[in-house]
């Protein structure tokens, strides 16, 4: 089995007296495309910095491409691509240099790949960087990060300032790169439709921790809403194990479970006498679910 391509182990991070990470484990297989999502202050950009080793973690190991993110070599940091969340480009350079300043660093560039996007993405060539809009100038520090088809991608709410058109073209280009099996993308963000189209694996950071890392898959199987029917009104202290949120009203129970499997729902209407109707949810309602308890 190939090592991870990134591995965080038992992280934690605190800027002064806020803890921010309390223990993440993460591990990244080649070739996978992980959505990273949470809420505002949940910790994904410090995780990515950690993880990067542009933060030192108080507590805990990560290791990148083999090495330790801490003290990474020239040559697994020409291996990187990076959007971080505020971007920061030489306003000075025109938009042509800046793309052609950035590929001399790299001894492969697709230029022919760039060129294509700089034009679908209307971005302007000799407009200078600092007169760019804000869409505009996520939109070259993406180009900039995809030039040398980095083996690992990282991005940070990459899409949060482009308009739609823009973000289907974001997307089309973050699926070309992932039918490469040998890449690996980690990528946050609060729209989960975005990531509902690209990601295999998602991992969700609650409250500093991970609440869930599987596939996308495996995480729609697992957590349902059941509408449930009961025989006779529930009691007082009526509560399930993985219960992410509840509502019950005599004999009517609307409850939303994490690990749903088909003996549980049977066990149920056995138990309850009851009928159960179970709905599935989309990844917005999911994470909406885990983050009521």
Not at 207 to 236: M, N, W
Not at 261 to 272: C, G, I, M, S, Y
Request: with cysteine.
């Amino acid at each position: 089995m190939s090592s991870p391509v990134l591995d965080c182990q038992n992280v934690t991070k605190s800027y002064g007296k806020k803890e921010v990470l309390r223990g993440v484990s993460l591990a990244l297989e080649p070739g996978t495309v992980v959505g990273l999502l949470g809420k505002n202050g949940a910790g994904k950009t410090t995780l990515i910095k950690c993880a990067l080793g542009l933060a030192r973690p108080n507590a805990g190991t990560v290791t990148l491409l083999g090495e330790p993110a801490w003290a990474l070599s020239a040559e697994a940091k020409a291996r990187l691509g990076y959007v971080p969340q505020t971007i920061v480009l030489y306003p000075w350079m025109k938009v042509r240099h800046m793309i052609d300043y950035t590929a001399s660093f790299y001894p492969r560039w697709n230029h022919g790949f760039i060129s294509d996007l700089l034009a679908r993405w209307e971005l302007p060539g000799e407009s200078r960087v600092g007169t760019l809009s804000v869409g505009q100038l996520q939109k070259l520090a993406i180009l900039l990060a995809l030039g040398h088809e980095p083996e690992l991608l990282v991005l940070d709410e990459p899409a949060a300032a482009l308009d739609p058109v823009a973000r289907r073209e974001f997307l089309g280009a973050l699926l070309d790169i992932a039918a490469d099996t040998q890449r690996t993308i980690l990528f946050s963000t609060h729209i989960t439709a975005d990531l509902e189209r690209v990601a295999g694996h998602v991992a969700i950071l609650k409250e500093g921790v991970v609440a869930y890392f599987g596939t996308l898959d495996d995480l729609k199987d697992q957590v349902k809403r059941l509408h449930i029917t009961a025989a006779q009104p529930f009691p007082p202290a009526f509560v399930l194990a993985n219960t992410l949120d509840q509502q019950i009203s005599g004999n009517q129970a609307r409850i939303s479970l994490l690990h749903v499997t088909p003996d549980l729902v049977a066990n149920l209407q056995r138990e309850l006498s009851a009928t159960i109707e179970v709905e599935n949810l989309n990844l917005d309602d999911i994470f909406l679910e885990l983050h009521h308890g």
